[in-house]
């Protein structure tokens, strides 16, 4: 079956612009991740998506990142005024159930280039 | 401070060769679970294998073995008989029950297996 995907594969952007980026989990995963990758460095959990419940949003390093849910499936997350240090892959993860227990299924990632 | 530690930053061995990727990790929850990730070059996160806090038994899989020994707080993966095709970045990631919905992962160990 279709795994995680996530859109784009890469975006340039110039310092100041907003993104968005999109996640479409495996169908019937209830919970969605969102993570960064900087180079170099492990992966960096941002915000947590499980059923109906709110967020956990934790990990967001600023309030220039959101991310919403809709529908209980796809995700978008959106970066404000866009940062050199905001350049990183980012990653989406999700699984059948939230608990810390299930193994999390990943896209390949947005590669974000900020200018 | 790291909840997860993979001190070797970067691994070469020659094909054939057994290889052993460190993993120690910090945490005060009794329950927890341990998780190594594969990424290959193509860039998505492949699971590998799950181990609870409960359950110390090494466990092997093909050329793949794990070693979990809670005393030292490590959960050390080798790779026997090395072949090019597990060249890839290795994640080693923890999850705690009681934190809920946050995994922690290592900085990864980037493995290149030489012909």
């Known amino acids: 079956g279709a795994g995680v995907s996530q859109s784009p594969s890469n975006k340039v952007t110039e310092k100041g612009k907003d993104v968005e980026l999109r996640c479409d989990p495996i169908s019937g995963h209830t919970a969605l991740y969102w993570y960064r990758q900087s180079l170099g460095q492990g992966l960096e959990f941002l915000i947590y998506?499980?059923?109906?419940?709110?967020?956990?949003k934790s990990g967001l390093p600023s309030d220039r990142f959101s991310a919403e849910r809709t529908g209980g499936s796809v995700s978008t997350l959106t970066i404000q005024r866009t940062q050199q240090e905001d350049s990183a892959v980012y990653l989406c993860?999700?699984?059948?159930?939230?608990?810390?227990?299930?193994?999390?299924?990943f896209g390949p990632g947005t590669r974000l280039t900020v200018l | 401070a790291q909840k997860v530690t993979q001190a070797q930053t970067e691994i070469s061995v020659v094909e054939k060769e057994d290889v052993t990727l460190d993993c120690v990790y910090e945490t005060r929850d009794t329950t927890y679970y341990l998780f190594w990730y594969k990424q290959p070059p193509s860039g998505e996160l492949v699971f590998l294998i799950r181990r609870n806090s409960f359950d110390e038994q090494n466990e092997i899989s093909g050329r793949y073995s794990w070693n979990f020994q809670k005393s030292t707080s490590s959960f050390n993966f080798t790779i026997t008989a090395s072949q090019v095709v597990d060249s890839a970045v290795y994640f080693c990631?923890?999850?705690?029950?009681?934190?809920?919905?946050?995994?922690?992962f290592g900085t990864g160990t980037s493995l290149t297996v030489i012909p």
């Open positions: 993860a999700s699984s059948s159930r939230g608990s810390t227990y299930n193994e999390q299924f």
């Open positions: 990631a923890l999850s705690e029950v009681n934190t809920g919905n946050q995994f922690y």
């Open positions: 998506f499980q059923g109906n419940s709110a967020p956990d």
